[in-house]
């Protein structure tokens, strides 16, 4: 799909001074220093756009909607959150408790799903597409395009540079990647979008300066952010940047049919936090809460409350894992899947955005998702000497390439050697017999020791009932017109919420507290939560059940949620 214009975002020319001050006033430590030195740097450069026009009357009843994106919060954290009377604004709007998710003004669907992985990029933009990845074309966190032998990493996981998340912000990285409409595209209405990475079609997109933004991820990513002051300084400066713009995008250019809030403090918070799960509910109840009030407060200020549809939704849940290194499978751990392949005999690609010419040579390609791992293979008869480049626009062998990888990896799980560090890493392996370039990726099935056989043939004979509606999301990943952009093998880490936490292992670069990417009940139950000031619950939930694009309600039935309520 061509690439429209991008979406003019508010220039600012030096940082949010409330926003430092909180900072300011939360660091204690060396690490909140990078953080308040971070905040300081950079100004916010703007992006093209036609202006915007002038707010028109208010629309009918329903007409408008507000979507809170809480980016890594689990249904079960922001359930209890609610439930504890320590969440007033989020409480007040949905009314009273009557069961089953309903409340007194909006509901709350207990069993809504994220597509695969459970991770940022690949989950905003599903919902925002309402198509998965196999269709929309953004598969992760991290991937490989064989085809331009380009390495993405919007949020890095592997790889520790940041500069795809910058270009994330600054050039529409993930935009140019989609490869169908966004929701703003097909809403044709005036859209506002503070933060959120998916923004193509927008009629505004602000967000806080790159260069801040940047800097607290690659500080997480480096390891440099640690302890309670700075990890609450680095979700409030962001979330609250988040509610800071919104609200001087509308009293500058008035209400939009459409305001898209994202707040990645809580996701950033909850993995650098030792007690990750019960940490994220009390920031929940401090700060994302207030930030609500403060947006809904706005709205109602101007009379405009009751006339919108407020949604609640997130891309993932989190999973408690062991922050050290025993644990993590990155690409210099030894029982790492980059171990295991060199083993093997494959040439793996370095782990990083750029190469030199001289590592040019690869001949698998491995891209994290945390508890996933995606594996490119080149046809290696077209390179077997060092030194020489592969064709990457071949599809591999899928006797003398992929099954020598799956096998490979299946061993040394199973014997822990040649490598003791890997043996029992791994939960599941997947993969499937390539296609040429162009063709539409077959459907990922799962290797049993012997052979490959279907999702659901494997499940009847060893059911994994932790492991929500696999088969169908593995599709929604993996088969469709760019489903190879997963991979030729995805390895599962052994991660399941149902074991104890010492037994879980992950696949990034540095260690956390926390990860997400599985299709674990943990990682994918999702809140998404419909209310109307003063409207009806039951009402509300029979909006929510009326969409659907799978059996099952996810992340992706927000966008057809949305252009039913604003009339599309």
């Known amino acids: 799909m061509p690439h429209r214009e991008r979406p003019?975002?508010?220039?600012?020319?030096r940082p949010c001074l409330l926003t430092l001050a909180l900072v300011l006033a939360l660091c204690f430590s060396e690490s909140c220093a990078f953080v308040a030195e971070t905040i300081a740097t950079g100004g916010e450069p703007a992006i093209r756009q036609a202006a915007?026009?002038?707010?028109?009357?208010?629309?009918?009843?329903?007409?408008?909607?507000?979507?809170?994106?809480?980016?890594?919060?689990?249904?079960?954290?922001?359930?209890?959150?609610?439930?504890?009377?320590?969440?007033?604004?989020?409480?007040?709007?949905?009314?009273?408790?009557?069961?089953?998710?309903?409340?007194?003004?909006?509901?709350?669907?207990?069993?809504?799903?994220?597509?695969?992985?459970?991770?940022?990029?690949?989950?905003?933009?599903?919902?925002?597409?309402?198509?998965?990845?196999?269709?929309?074309?953004?598969?992760?966190?991290?991937?490989?395009?064989?085809?331009?032998?380009?390495?993405?990493?919007?949020?890095?996981?592997?790889?520790?540079?940041?500069?795809?998340?910058?270009?994330?912000?600054?050039?529409?990285?993930?935009?140019?990647?989609?490869?169908?409409?966004?929701?703003?595209?097909?809403?044709?209405?005036?859209?506002?979008v503070s933060m959120l990475m998916v923004y193509r079609g927008a009629t505004l997109f602000t967000t806080?300066?790159?260069?801040?933004?940047?800097?607290?991820?690659?500080?997480?990513?480096?390891?440099?952010?640690?302890?309670?002051?700075?990890?609450?300084?680095?979700?409030?400066?962001?979330d609250l940047a988040s509610t800071i713009k919104l609200l001087e995008a509308i009293n500058e250019h008035g209400l939009p049919r459409l305001q898209v809030v994202y707040f990645p403090g809580i996701d950033l918070f909850t993995h650098a936090s030792p007690d990750p799960l019960q940490a994220q509910v009390g920031y929940l109840e401090h700060y994302t809460d207030t930030s609500v009030g403060q947006v809904l407060e706005a709205y109602r200020k101007l009379g405009a409350l009751p006339n919108t549809y407020v949604i609640f939704i997130a891309d993932h849940g989190h999973t408690p894992i062991m922050a050290d290194d025993r644990h993590r499978l990155g690409p210099n751990d030894p029982g790492s899947p980059f171990a295991i392949l060199k083993a093997a005999g494959f040439r793996v690609r370095k782990a990083s955005l750029t190469l030199a010419q001289s590592e040019q040579d690869y001949q698998a390609v491995i891209a994290s998702q945390g508890?996933?791992?995606?594996?490119?293979?080149?046809?290696?008869?077209?390179?077997?000497?060092?030194?020489?480049?592969?064709?990457?626009?071949?599809?591999?062998?899928?006797?003398?390439?992929?099954?020598?990888?799956?096998r490979a990896l299946y061993a040394e799980n199973r014997s822990g050697h040649p490598i003791p560090q890997g043996k029992g890493t791994i939960d599941l392996i997947f993969a499937r017999r390539p296609v040429a370039h162009g063709a539409a990726a077959r459907p990922f099935e799962v290797f049993d020791g012997t052979t490959l056989v279907p999702i659901h043939a494997y499940l009847a004979r060893h059911p994994r009932p932790d492991l929500i509606d696999l088969e169908e999301r593995m599709n929604w990943l993996g088969y469709g017109p760019y489903g190879d952009r997963a991979g030729d093998i995805i390895l599962l880490a052994k991660a399941s919420s149902t074991i104890p936490v010492q037994d879980r292992y992950y696949f990034a670069a540095t260690t956390h507290y926390s990860w997400h990417g599985s299709p674990?009940?943990?990682?994918?139950?999702?809140?998404?939560?419909?209310?109307?000031?003063?409207?009806?619950?039951?009402?509300?939930?029979?909006?929510v059940n009326n969409v659907s694009y799978g059996e099952t309600l996810s992340e992706m039935d927000l966008t057809p949620l949305v252009l039913t309520l604003i009339g599309r």
């Open 52 to 192: 915007v026009k002038p707010a028109q009357s208010p629309p009918a009843l329903g007409s408008r909607v507000i979507v809170f994106c809480l980016d890594g919060a689990g249904y079960a954290q922001l359930t209890q959150a609610i439930r504890s009377g320590k969440a007033p604004h989020i409480a007040a709007l949905l009314g009273k408790e009557e069961g089953n998710g309903v409340f007194e003004h909006g509901y709350s669907a207990p069993g809504a799903l994220s597509v695969l992985p459970s991770s940022t990029v690949a989950d905003w933009s599903a919902t925002f597409t309402g198509k998965p990845p196999a269709q929309n074309g953004v598969p992760g966190d991290e991937w490989f395009d064989r085809r331009h032998q380009r390495f993405y990493a919007p949020v890095p996981v592997t790889v520790t540079e940041t500069a795809d998340f910058s270009r994330m912000l600054n050039d529409d990285l993930v935009g140019k990647q989609l490869q169908v409409p966004t929701l703003y595209e097909r809403l044709k209405r005036r859209s506002y």
């Open 208 to 238: 806080v300066a790159p260069s801040t933004f940047v800097g607290l991820v690659g500080g997480l990513v480096e390891g440099k952010l640690s302890g309670k002051p700075a990890l609450e300084s680095i979700g409030t400066t962001l």
């Open 371 to 406: 508890f996933m791992a995606y594996v490119y293979l080149a046809d290696r008869s077209t390179c077997p000497a060092a030194g020489s480049a592969c064709d990457w626009n071949r599809p591999p062998r899928f006797r003398a390439d992929v099954m020598k990888a799956v």
């Open 520 to 543: 674990d009940i943990s990682d994918s139950n999702i809140p998404f939560v419909l209310a109307l000031d003063g409207g009806s619950g039951k009402v509300m939930r029979d909006i």
């Open 8 to 13: 003019r975002n508010l220039k600012s020319s």
